[in-house]
């Protein structure tokens, strides 16, 4: 069974940064479109990050851009995403996903999901 595993998530004060990490078991991946998506109590969840692992192309939510880069670490089979100058408005679950073929950074377009780590952005 594929399975997601992500890491890295804490309470963390506005301004400062945190770096995420997904890790892939039992597949590679090399041929995955990753994303990132967060879950705030009594939202919908958001993509917020996606990364096409194929081609390298990638895709922010307007609300991170410029502070949020994703990456993929191919020797380590994880795909993270760095997080700087937080704001309580990122506090959220954040969890990683995986698809062969997602055609948008929308949660509905992926299948294997990890379980999720809380992010808190509060002083």
């Known amino acids: 069974q594929l399975q997601l595993v992500e890491s890295g998530g804490g309470l963390v004060q506005p301004g400062g940064s945190l770096r995420l990490s997904c890790a892939a078991s039992k597949f590679t991946l090399d041929y995955y479109t990753i994303g990132w998506f967060r879950q705030a109590p009594g939202k919908e969840r958001e993509g917020v990050s996606c990364i096409n692992s194929r081609y390298g192309t990638t895709y922010y939510a307007d609300s991170v851009k410029g502070r949020f880069t994703i990456s993929r670490d191919k020797a380590e089979n994880t795909v993270n995403l760095q997080m700087n100058n937080l704001n309580p408005e990122d506090t959220a679950v954040y969890y990683c996903?995986?698809?062969?073929?997602?055609?948008?950074?929308?949660?509905?377009?992926?299948?294997?999901w990890g379980q999720g780590t809380q992010v808190t952005v509060s002083s």
């Open positions: 996903a995986a698809d062969q073929s997602a055609g948008s950074c929308h949660y509905n377009s992926f299948e294997t």
